[in-house]
């Protein structure tokens, strides 16, 4: 009954419907930014993200996100605000890294607020966040890794540094390490958990970062050798602690059994041993990229190097090894001239 409303009540209607038809909510149930972020990251984001992952989520929402954009309702966010706060971002100092990190954030959030259809579009696709530059860092090559596990020979975490080397582990993979998860007899350790420190927690067990992260590693009889010696010196020091020793089944820990501080590790022991060694004043994580790098120089399949390493795809391994790359390339077209045995005039 057409009669029944008035003609401005009849309009309104059709505008909201074209709305609803677009994506649009009606005025009653709009969000602003602020306020669905911080519902995005209670009920999504907290339950599918590995904890610390979410802890920078949520600082960089809080710190760079709301501030800026929170007061904006969720449907009428356009993309030149977003290249704007990038901008404003950079000017500032920060890495390019940091307001890539952020426009990730933002694209994940939006592309849920499409989805639960309360906002029309995902504005953050149509804005060019700035270009990531890659960490320089720095790689030892074979003569010096050889002379850094020759001058940890005897070294109470011996078996920490050669693991590091042989499989790229991170140092919180490193660190959570539990003997359940070593199968000296297959010559292979399971990657199942890291050790993290969360805002308010401390040192805490986590999830691997990514679920490529949980993986099976191969390793060599060095690695082998060096956890067999390590694990009677452990059981050694056990006895010697008796009920003062804590028992979380951890390969790496103190005299007492308590796992290791990371930076206690690093400042204390691993600079130390670069010292003694007379080796480049490297990060400690620098010896996961000298794993991959030795690795893909000797010609191993990236796949494989991916897999050991835990990346999420083959691409992530390429764009952070790419200084490797020549080397392969002229190595497969050494390996074509062999094959068909051809040889220059």
């Not at 029944?4 to 309009?11: D, G, I, Q, S």
């Not at 649009?24 to 602003?32: D, K, M, Q, W």
């Not at 890291?194 to 009889?221: H, N, S």
């Not at 206690?264 to 000298?290: G, Y």
Request: aromatic share 6%; with cysteine.
């Amino acid at each position: 009954c057409t009669t029944c409303f008035p003609a401005l009540t009849r309009t309104k209607l059709k505008l909201l419907l074209s709305d609803a038809d677009r994506g649009i909510l009606p005025p009653a149930e709009r969000l602003t930014l602020d306020k669905y972020l911080q519902r995005w990251l209670e009920d999504e984001a907290r339950h599918r993200l590995a904890p610390q992952t979410y802890d920078r989520y949520a600082r960089n929402v809080r710190l760079h996100l709301v501030p800026t954009l929170g007061k904006f309702q969720l449907e009428q966010l356009q993309p030149h605000q977003l290249q704007r706060l990038y901008s404003d971002l950079l000017d500032k100092g920060f890495s390019a890294s940091l307001v890539g990190f952020v426009h990730s954030i933002l694209h994940s959030a939006l592309k849920s607020a499409v989805r639960m259809n309360l906002a029309p579009r995902n504005v953050a696709d149509a804005v060019s966040p700035p270009r990531k530059r890659l960490r320089p860092f720095t790689i030892l090559n074979t003569e010096q890794v050889s002379h850094l596990l020759e001058t940890a020979r005897g070294d109470r975490l011996e078996a920490l540094y050669v693991l590091a080397v042989m499989t790229g582990m991170r140092q919180g993979e490193l660190l959570a390490l539990r003997w359940r998860d070593v199968d000296l007899d297959s010559a292979v350790v399971h990657v199942t958990q890291q050790m993290v420190r969360l805002k308010g927690q401390g040192r805490v067990f986590a999830d691997p970062k990514t679920t490529y992260g949980r993986r099976e590693i191969a390793v060599p009889a060095m690695a082998v050798q060096a956890l067999t010696e390590h694990r009677v010196r452990q059981l050694q020091e056990r006895r010697l602690a008796g009920s003062l020793w804590t028992d979380l089944d951890l390969v790496f820990t103190t005299h007492l059994g308590v796992p290791l501080e990371a930076h206690r590790l690093t400042a204390k022991h691993f600079k130390s041993l670069l010292r003694r060694a007379d080796l480049p004043d490297i990060r400690f994580h620098d010896l996961r990229h000298t794993a991959a790098t030795l690795l893909l120089g000797q010609g191993v399949n990236p796949k494989v190097v991916q897999e050991r390493l835990g990346h999420s795809s083959i691409k992530m391994t390429m764009d952070i090894y790419s200084h490797v790359l020549p080397n392969m390339q002229a190595d497969a077209a050494g390996k074509l001239d062999r094959l068909f045995r051809y040889e220059s005039e």
